[in-house]
T-cell receptor, first 115, second 114 residues
Framework: GAVVSQHPSRVICKSGTSVKIECRSL??????MFWYRQFPKKSLMLMAT?????????EQGVEKDKFLINHASLTLSTLTVTSAHPEDSSFYIC???????????FGEGSRLTVL | AQSVSQHNHHVILSEAASLELGCNYS??????LFWYVQYPGQHLQLLLK??????LVKGIKGFEAEFIKSKFSFNLRKPSVQWSDTAEYFC????????????FGTGTLLAVQP
């Protein structure tokens, strides 16, 4: 299947700093990318949907100023956690879909720990 | 809003036992249904999906699922599990709309004892 790669896989940062997570589709053009957050022992919570070249659509309760999403090209979307706090510590997963819809492919996830 | 519920949070089975994991969704319209698996330390992978047609869907690794529209259910089954099936299993649904957002259930952690 298609490959979606996330970087970094793990990041530790100090409270108050910003962290950027990249999501790349390696062998297809991802017209739509989704960002999920996975809490321990809980499901994946959809944070936002981004379409290439347009602003992301955020789910209810997700702060758009805190979780900045950019989908500047057909192969790259970034999630920036601004002014991170310990409660932002989580596992963030991206997924991508190509033109015409179809299967979603998932990245390996990025574990963020905010000290 | 759509929601997906998985009734079993933890399931422990012995090898060769049969498996059935429950999944119910709440959405009255046309749905697309999925089961994903996450092996320890790995990505989420698609096991199988239902879009339309035969409600009994066969997936990879001997898994199958049956869509019962009247019960809003999409249960996952496997006749005989193996130790290598130890993983977390997620049911998910999209509404087939413009955004096709994928909403996940809470997951079921399956442990198969050799």
């Amino acid at each position: 299947g298609a490959v979606v790669s996330q970087h970094p896989s793990r990041v530790i940062c100090k409270s108050g700093t910003s962290v950027k997570i990249e999501c790349r589709s390696l062998d297809f053009q991802a017209t739509t990318m989704f960002w999920y957050r996975q809490f321990p022992k809980k499901s994946l919570m959809l944070m936002a949907t981004s379409n290439e070249g347009s602003k992301a659509t955020y789910e209810q309760g997700v702060e758009k100023d805190k979780f900045l999403i950019n989908h500047a090209s057909l192969t790259l979307s970034t999630l920036t956690v601004t002014s991170a706090h310990p409660e932002d510590s989580s596992f963030y997963i991206c997924s991508a879909r190509g033109r015409g819809g179809g299967e979603l492919f998932f990245g390996e996830g990025s574990r963020l720990t905010v000290l | 809003a759509q929601s997906v519920s998985q009734h079993n949070h933890h399931v422990i089975l012995s090898e060769a036992a049969s498996l059935e994991l429950g999944c119910n969704y709440s959405y009255g319209g046309t749905v697309n249904l999925f089961w994903y698996v996450q092996y320890p330390g790995q990505h989420l992978q698609l096991l199988l999906k239902y879009f339309s047609g035969d409600p009994l869907v066969k997936g990879i690794k001997g898994f199958e699922a049956e869509f019962i529209k009247s019960k809003f259910s999409f249960n996952l089954r496997k006749p005989s599990v193996q130790w290598s099936d130890t993983a977390e299993y997620f049911c998910a649904v999209t509404d087939g709309g413009a955004t096709n957002k994928l909403i996940f259930g809470t997951g079921t952690l399956l442990a198969v004892q050799p």
